[in-house]
């Protein structure tokens, strides 16, 4: 069994930053891919970020230059550095792991922007 605890979300102005953190625990050999989304109210869930065992990213166009994902493997940990924050940036974030052919959830974390 593998579990997701989130951290790092909350309210912030625009223009502000924040930096969400996700750590893997429970029955992990190695981790995959490792990947941020997001879900607004009345929207689809969509990807925010995604990293490579390897390392290399990919990024949703909304959040190129402002955004960083990164991973601590020695942690089992994602992270997503969000900067010059807007209000359309406001949603749940999710991380989303691979192992093997199995993808784990975590709970989610509120992300707020005010104008």
């Known amino acids: 069994q593998v579990q997701l605890v989130e951290s790092g979300g909350g309210l912030v102005q625009a223009g502000g930053s924040l930096r969400l953190s996700c750590a893997a625990s429970g029955s992990i050999f190695s981790i995959n891919d490792m990947a941020w989304y997001r879900q607004a109210p009345g929207k689809q869930r969509e990807l925010v970020a995604g990293i490579t065992s390897g390392g290399m990213t990919n990024y949703a166009d909304s959040v190129k230059g402002r955004f960083t994902i990164s991973r601590d493997n020695g942690k089992n940990t994602v992270y997503l550095q969000m900067n010059s924050l807007k209000p359309d940036d406001t949603a749940v974030y999710y991380c989303?792991?691979?192992?093997?052919?199995?993808?784990?959830w975590g709970q989610g974390t509120q992300v707020t922007v005010s104008s």
């Open positions: 989303n792991i691979r192992v093997r052919l199995y993808y784990y």
